[in-house]
């Protein structure tokens, strides 16, 4: 581990214009590549004090060895030259993108002779005109399958086309109709260029001249009683309308634009793009990155940018950009697209309208690609040993954590305070032992006193199980204030069957884990561990994990373990801790919606949903439900009177007390024993005269 200070450059050397610097290791590897307005402003970031930067950039400038930069004139050069020293040296520390495989494209080639139709990957040639990029191979085949009906564009080989001159024979595309056949002169050269410039305009969006001449040829036909003819065109019709529908209308007045989404956490970014071509989606793209450097989103927008149009000209770079965040500065990348297309390129984020909408669908596709790329990762055995592997060890434990529990508090400011508990086994999520809790021991906020309260009530729990082989005593708490025995008290993931054991009796907490994880930093893991040390257990491990910088802490430590960005350990840990995160505040939104819901009709045994709406729709509300008499309530259908006498004491006894109140003065009065009325609530004061008119 260099010092960064070894290799410093002084103030004066670095120069203060626009650049590219690159940071090499002791074996002289390119580790990282980076531009900058300002050469001297930027690099003197990299070399302040170690503990005010971020771990990721203090990794990098401790593995460096020296640093070296380029002078350019603009920022847009700078670009351009980072883009192609990534692409040379594929630094270590720069992002890469996991998932950068060549996607296909419709191409036509139109530098030969007789065009060909075809699919085509990898790096694009002159005079060959490309539509997409496509998902999928098979879509592009489709697509031209319905089309070669109207336009019997050549497909075949350069092998097959000349075998077939040869011979005299076409192909079986020939035969059937789906190929014009230069190859045995049944066109010319021109009219089959003809066909093939016809083809790109339709594929290219200009459908509505081909379908309307199509029909008018129908019609003619028809009308010379040409019906062969005739059904023929009305099925070339249908054809093109079908290929039309596979890339259905998203953006109005043919709109041509690129959409790129971001979806992110602290380790790892997917992107999408969408490419919409005469206000069609003629293609999609996404890629997988790992955030092995400080990055915003911005940032990663603009890496993808330069991944996207880094080798493209002309029409392949779009007039429109849509992003979700723009980089800063914006200028720079702007004018580098518009250099690259040959014309103005806007690059901005949809505000409102069809193209926010757009924007939405697309960023959906990036959570989808993210969690489906955890997914994978998550699953694969060698991986997930490693990562135990990783954490044992950077924890100092005497053997991999097999089993895992993280703990989370979740609240809306001090209101319905919940607590979740995770297990992971092997890596894996276990959900039919997931846990949750109400938090009972005191009122407010306090995520410290809360996290001792749980880990305090599981263990003991645990403890208690360890010891007694039968039913829980009657005074013992389960975890959400039910019975112990967790028949009701404590939740799965609304998973019923995973609250029973081989035998049907209900699980427990009688399985220890070997690492007890806390979301949160210092204060939570203390609470924690005191929460251990007070019941005993001295054999489990604790550590928490800090959001802001993944920061691994442990029990009386001043100092955080900072597992490498690539660490499978440390991608686990963050699963762990959102898994509990996201289970918490499920909990705590589904607990504070059924209290918005509540209402005091739910007190009234016997009284279901249908008959509280219909007392609601007869009344229009619940105040005047509660000012209505006991023969009112009656007139509810379904409602007797036995059921409104009911009614009448829950809703009397729910009602809030309101302060005795001299109507005479306004006076608010003490109250007395005796004023309550029957509703519970305390009788209006008047003046004597006005109390003796009504006792009378």
């Known amino acids: 581990m260099a010092d960064p200070s070894s290799y410093r450059p002084r103030p004066g050397q670095i120069p203060d214009s626009p650049g590219v610097y690159r940071f090499r290791d002791e074996h002289r590897r390119v580790i990282y590549v980076g531009k900058a307005k300002s050469l001297r402003q930027r690099l003197a970031n990299y070399f302040q004090d170690l503990a005010g930067l971020h771990p990721r950039t203090r990794t990098m400038v401790t593995t460096a060895a020296s640093v070296e930069w380029t002078v350019v004139s603009t920022e847009v050069e700078a670009l351009q030259l980072e883009y192609s020293w990534i692409k040379e040296f594929d630094p270590r520390f720069n992002v890469k993108y996991r998932d950068d495989k060549s996607y296909p494209y419709l191409a036509v080639t139109m530098n030969e002779e007789f065009p060909r139709v075809q699919v085509m990957r990898g790096q694009k040639k002159k005079g060959v005109r490309y539509f997409g990029p496509y998902g999928h191979a098979w879509a592009i085949r489709d697509t031209v399958d319905l089309l070669l009906r109207v336009f019997p564009v050549r497909t075949c080989s350069a092998g097959v086309f000349k075998n077939a001159a040869r011979t005299g024979r076409p192909c079986l595309l020939g035969y059937i109709g789906k190929c014009s056949a230069p190859c045995v002169e049944r066109v010319s050269a021109e009219e089959h260029r003809e066909l093939a410039e016809e083809f790109c305009d339709f594929v290219a969006g200009r459908t509505g001249t081909y379908l309307r001449r199509l029909e008018k040829q129908m019609m003619e036909a028809a009308e010379e009683m040409e019906y062969e003819r005739a059904a023929r065109l009305r099925d070339d019709i249908e054809a093109l309308k079908r290929a039309m529908e596979k890339n259905a209308v998203v953006l109005a007045d043919a709109t041509d634009a690129d959409l790129i989404a971001v979806a992110e956490d602290e380790l790892e970014a997917a992107v ?186 599981r263990f003991r729990r645990y403890l208690a199980e360890k010891e007694k082989t039968g039913e829980w005593t009657n005074g013992e708490d389960g975890p959400t204030g039910g019975p112990a025995d967790g028949s009701t008290g404590d939740l799965t993931d609304g998973l019923t069957n995973g609250l029973k054991d081989d035998d049907g009796r209900p699980k427990r907490f009688a399985y220890p884990p070997q ?182």
Request: charged letters at 30%; a negative charge.
């Open 272 to 457: 999408q793009i969408f490419h919409v071509r005469g206000g069609r989606v003629r293609g999609q793209r996404g890629w997988v990155t790992d955030k092995v450097e400080e990055i915003t989103t911005g940032a990663l927008v603009e890496h993808a940018l330069q991944q996207l149009y880094g080798e493209e000209k002309g029409d392949a770079v779009p007039k429109e950009v849509l992003v979700p965040a723009l980089p800063d500065p914006v200028e720079p990348v702007q004018e580098w697209l518009t250099e690259r297309r040959g014309s103005n390129v806007s690059l901005r984020i949809p505000q409102r309208g069809d193209k926010k909408a757009l924007m939405e669908t697309v960023q959906r596709n990036a959570l989808q690609a993210l969690a489906l790329h955890k997914t994978k990762r998550a699953s694969d055995l060698t991986t997930r040993s490693r990562a135990l592997e990783e954490i044992a060890e950077a924890l100092d434990l005497d053997s991999a954590p097999l089993r895992i529990e993280c703990y989370d508090i979740s609240h809306l400011q001090g209101d319905d305070v919940v607590a979740s508990m995770v297990v992971f086994e092997d890596g894996l999520q276990r959900k039919s032992e997931y846990r949750r809790f109400q938090i009972k021991g005191f009122e407010g906020q306090d995520d410290v006193r809360s996290m001792h309260e749980v880990i305090t009530r």
């Open 515 to 696: 690492l007890v994880v806390v979301d949160g930093g210092q204060p939570q893991v203390a609470a924690a561990k005191k929460a251990l040390d007070e019941l005993g257990i001295d054999d489990i491990a604790v550590c928490g994990l800090a959001k802001r910088l993944e920061e691994v802490w442990l029990p009386d430590e001043d100092d955080p373990v900072v597992l490498p960005r690539t660490s499978e350990g440390l991608y686990l840990l963050q699963r762990v801790r959102d898994e509990a995160h996201r289970f918490a505040i499920t909990y705590q939104r589904a607990k504070r919606a059924k209290r918005f819901r509540s209402s005091p009709l739910d007190d009234v045994p016997g009284l279901g949903d249908t008959r509280k709406q219909a007392l609601l729709k007869h009344f229009g509300s619940l105040k005047k439900l509660r000012s209505a008499t006991i023969d009112q309530i009656c007139e509810v259908p379904g409602i007797g009177r036995k059921t409104a006498e009911t009614i009448a004491v829950a809703l009397a006894q729910s009602a809030p007390a309101t302060p005795a109140v001299n109507t005479a003065t306004g006076e608010i009065m003490e109250e007395e024993p005796g004023t309550m009325g029957s509703s519970g609530e305390p009788v209006t004061m008047g003046a004597p005269d006005e109390r003796r008119g009504q006792e009378t």
